[in-house]
């Protein structure tokens, strides 16, 4: 899509490797301004084209003075845009503007109070002293660039924050951006509306608008194929499309075998229920349990799923006359992984949609979610009128159960996961906690244990429990059900699902572990 036309107030935000990137990137759209996040090498030619209303330059783990640190061209401050530098960001604007940052006798990390010393435009409506803001650097700021005046000081910070108003070119070295610091949100809405003037245009309303308008441009008259997995990403792609092109939209449903009790009759109930377009529904089962047989890698599986998926499709497409796109749900945390900081991230995982696919696709891809955050798109469900029960739902992987069950899927395993699957989410939704947590499932371990049962020796299967608290999945942390809870759990799986006689429950946040056990 073309962002010139579609969001005039854009904020560019350059990335210098700080854990808070994606968070300053939060807290300008919840402000309604649309940004976007780009390396930090990011080429002088294109941020001028891109023409930002504002720039903001985030934290980062370098020192100005490492020989690999990361730099921005110094024409950067010469554009007559804006810039907020962060943390890293203050540090390497004073270094490239002739100030000078030194390694701090005492290091700051965690909470820290302010003393605003001048309170024009940024620090406009904060209070003038004993700000809380949350600090995390080594290095400081001894001398400001030519041009600049401190804004604000904290015991360990003679420039806590500092600004030359007239090249309109301001430095913090707390974090705004992060919820430790209360008055993060005012500084930064003071940077975007007062220093930037930027306009809070950034709506889902205004989405669905530019959206409709984008995706009716590039499909012309030809045809889409939607799939859909019944889960919230997808379902707010079909809905959109069907607004924006109509009967020009089908959408296509896989059972692979892989799915939870139950979940492909609630699919197609739901869809008949809610949505006023056709689904053709196919069976897979057989085909896919025959491929992932005696597989037992992760990235195996994940890699024979995303392939047989896109076999499906585009066998269905080609039922289908004038077919030239798939559409899919990718959100735009995926596309950041892949153009972080230092170039693409490690791959941890084949997400069967990105990875996964085959390389040479006859089909083009129609991504309209690839610029929003999951919170983004369940506001932007509601919307467009989708129930909340599809937009609350908690996210399942397209690979589903088959990289929840350890080692091989067998038609066996798939049975003993299934049934303490549907025990899990049935007594989380019976506690309320099923809203209380991002996601909750069993997995099926490939070890087996010792047990005594009714006076005899069992040698049976485990279950791990696994539910996180989260806000985006690129973070999260185990939820802390009651125990009471967690005993109702162990003792239903134990006692109901033949095969399994030892339930644990997964106590590792994301980093180091991950969501999904495989
Ligand atoms: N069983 C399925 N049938 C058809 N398409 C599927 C199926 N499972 C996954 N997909 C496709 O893969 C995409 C990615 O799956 P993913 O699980 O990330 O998204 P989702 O299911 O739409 O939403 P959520 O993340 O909330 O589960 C989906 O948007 C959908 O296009
Ligand atoms: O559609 C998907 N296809 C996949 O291949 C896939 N793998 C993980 N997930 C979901 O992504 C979130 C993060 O998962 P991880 O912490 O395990 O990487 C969690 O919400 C996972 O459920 C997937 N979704
Ligand atoms: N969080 C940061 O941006 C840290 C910047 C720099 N590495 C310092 O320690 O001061
Ligand atoms: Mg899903």
Known sequence: ?????????????????????????????????????HPYAMDLDAVRSYAPKGIILS??????????????????????????????GMQLMAHLLGGEVERAENREYGPALLDVVDSAALFQDIEATDVRVWMSHGDRIVHMPPG???????????????????????????????????????????????????????????????????????????????????GVDSSVVAVL??????????????????LRKGEA?????????????????????????????????????????????????????????????????????????SVSFKGPSATIKTHHNVGGLPERMKLELIEPLRELFKDEVRQLGRELGLPERIVMRHPFPGPGLAIRILGEVTPENLRILRQAD??????????????????????LLPVRSVGVMGDERTYEQVVAIRAVESVDAMTADWARMPYQLLARLSNRIINEVSGVNRVVYDISSKPPSTIEWE
């Open 59 to 88: 934290g980062g783990p370098s020192s100005v003075h490492d020989a690999d640190a990361p730099l921005a061209p110094r024409a950067l401050f010469q554009l007559g845009i804006p810039v907020l530098g962060v943390c890293y």
């Open 422 to 443: 549907a025990i899990v989410l049935e007594e989380l939704e019976a506690a309320n906690w099923d809203n209380r947590v991002w996601q909750a499932f069993a997995v």
């Open 241 to 258: 499309l069907h607004k924006a092109v109509g009967e020009q939209l089908q959408c296509i449903f896989v059972n692979n075998g892989l």
């Open 1 to 37: 899509m073309d962002w010139h036309s579609l969001h005039p107030d854009r904020v560019l935000i350059l990335d210098f490797g700080s854990q808070y990137t994606q968070l300053i990137a939060r807290r300008v759209r919840e402000s309604h301004v649309y940004c976007e996040i």
């Open 265 to 337: 009759e609630t699919v197609e109930r739901v869809f008949r229920d809610h949505f006023e377009m056709p689904l053709v529904s196919i069976n897979a089962t057989d085909l896919f349990l025959s491929r992932l047989k005696g597989v037992t890698d992760p990235e195996q599986k994940r890699k024979i799923i995303g392939n047989l998926f896109i076999e499906i499709f585009e066998r269905e497409a080609s039922k289908l006359q004038g077919t030239r796109y798939l559409a899919q749900g990718t959100l735009y945390p995926d596309v950041i992984e």
């Open 148 to 230: 600049f005046r401190v804004l604000a000081r904290s015991a360990n910070s003679p420039v806590a924050a500092m600004a030359d108003p007239a090249r309109k070119l301001y430095g913090v070295q707390f974090h705004p951006e992060v919820a430790h610091t209360p008055c993060g949100r005012t500084l930064l809405d003071n940077f975007l509306f007062h220093i930037c003037g930027c306009k809070p245009t950034w709506t889902m309303k205004s989405f669905v608008e530019s959206a409709i308008t984008a995706i009716r441009e590039k499909v012309g008259s030809d045809r889409v194929l939607c799939a859909l997995s019944g």
